[in-house]
């Protein structure tokens, strides 16, 4: 199996930013698309950004476009997610995904996913 790690999380005023990062050992995140998805206390686990295997195909859901970012760099095995003009609602857990073979550009759906990290805290105050 292969173990995402998130880390990055923490606290931030309303306007500010965090750069999350997801790392794993063992095999290559190389050739699978690669998701961050977010939960909040009492809320369904929701899609935040996906990204091809190339890096070329990037989704995001509509209340971060403009202020996330995701990229990754495969010969680190790392995806990253910067959030920038964070605002209180995008306070969650974040987790980061690791798609299954044949969904290559990346997906909104949960399902679509093989590997899940532990999840990072992020808190944004008002």
């Known amino acids: 199996q292969m173990q995402p790690v998130e880390s990055g999380g923490g606290l931030v005023q309303a306007g500010g930013s965090l750069r999350l990062s997801c790392a794993a050992s063992g095999r290559t995140f190389s050739g699978l698309a690669m998701g961050w998805f977010r939960q909040a206390p009492g809320k369904e686990r929701e899609f935040v950004a996906s990204i091809g295997w190339s890096g070329g195909r990037v989704r995001y859901v509509d209340s971060v476009r403009g202020r996330f970012t995701i990229s990754r760099d495969n010969a680190k095995n790392t995806v990253y997610l910067q959030m920038n003009s964070l605002k209180p609602e995008d306070t969650a857990v974040y987790y980061c995904?690791?798609?299954?073979?044949?969904?290559?550009?990346?997906?909104?759906?949960?399902?679509?996913?093989?590997?899940w990290g532990q999840g990072t805290q992020v808190t944004v105050s008002s």
């Open positions: 995904a690791v798609g299954k073979t044949g969904y290559s550009a990346g997906s909104y759906y949960p399902s679509n996913y093989d590997y």
